[in-house]
């Protein structure tokens, strides 16, 4: 098997399990607790708020990108390569890949959490790697699908640096209802990782099973938040939108 086509088989495997990232994350992130100084992972609300802050611009990332998006494109429910058209109007004449420079930075705040510089090397090549053969697997079946006009939009955007210089509207309306719809399981994630960490934490450094306030509001307010949606979401059609 050529190398170009081994590249394609690892990124659609790798696609189509992507739902394991968070744990091959998570698992790594609290062994590491455990072993680091206790001195450097104490609780640190200052920190912790950045760090929960750098992760929620992250999620609005893919808020923004959601909201905007028609049916059959991008999604974390798609378990196989889809795409019924190719966007590239509003954010994605920004940035070819923003729903991954949105996980990136989901990600970004719990491994900021660890205190570690290598943790955050470690991260950022996994992080790399991981995506570069999703990318690649994307591209070459949006290629083989749109052709040209593919080849003219990936010159003119770069896949995961952002430019404005060829900024163009949406050609869509945002909605807000899609993204609650389609992102609510994402934020919900988001606070039971930072609250896991939390409590991993303070069982290392303390020897007591406990979480911080802070978290503790937090993973009650996602709480609350998942299970007013999922009722929207199962029980309703009020999140349905045409063509979303």
Not at 69 to 85: C, F, H, K, M, Y
Not at 176 to 189: A, D, I, T
Not at 216 to 237: D, E, M, N, S
């Amino acid at each position: 098997m050529s190398l170009v086509h081994e590249l394609e088989k690892s990124g659609n495997w790798l696609f189509r399990h992507r739902s394991w990232l968070p744990v091959v994350i998570l698992v790594p992130a609290v062994i590491w607790l455990f072993i680091a100084n206790r001195s450097v992972i104490y609780f640190n609300y200052t920190w912790e708020i950045v760090c929960i802050l750098v992760s929620v611009a992250g999620e609005l990332l893919r808020s923004y990108t959601v909201g905007y998006l028609p049916l059959n494109t991008s999604g974390r429910q798609v378990i196989d390569q889809l795409a019924d058209e190719l966007n590239t109007t509003g954010i994605y004449s920004i940035v070819r890949n923003p729903l991954y420079l949105g996980n990136f930075l989901i990600w970004l705040g719990p491994v900021m959490f660890l205190r570690s510089v290598w943790c955050l090397i470690v991260f950022i090549l996994a992080f790399w790697l991981y995506y570069e053969r999703i990318i690649f697997a994307e591209e070459q079946y949006l290629r083989r699908k749109f052709g040209e006009t593919y080849d003219i939009w990936a010159f003119r955007v770069k896949a995961v640096i952002p430019s404005f210089r060829h900024y163009t509207k949406p050609a869509l309306p945002f909605s807000f209802r899609n993204v609650l719809r389609r992102e609510y399981k994402s934020v919900v994630n988001l606070f039971i990782v930072f609250a896991i960490l939390d409590l991993v934490r303070n069982i290392a450094v303390t020897g007591r099973v406990y979480m911080e306030p802070l978290y503790v509001t937090l993973l009650v307010a996602a709480g609350i938040f998942w299970a007013v949606v999922r009722y929207l979401v199962k029980r309703t059609r009020f999140l349905q939108v045409d063509g979303r």
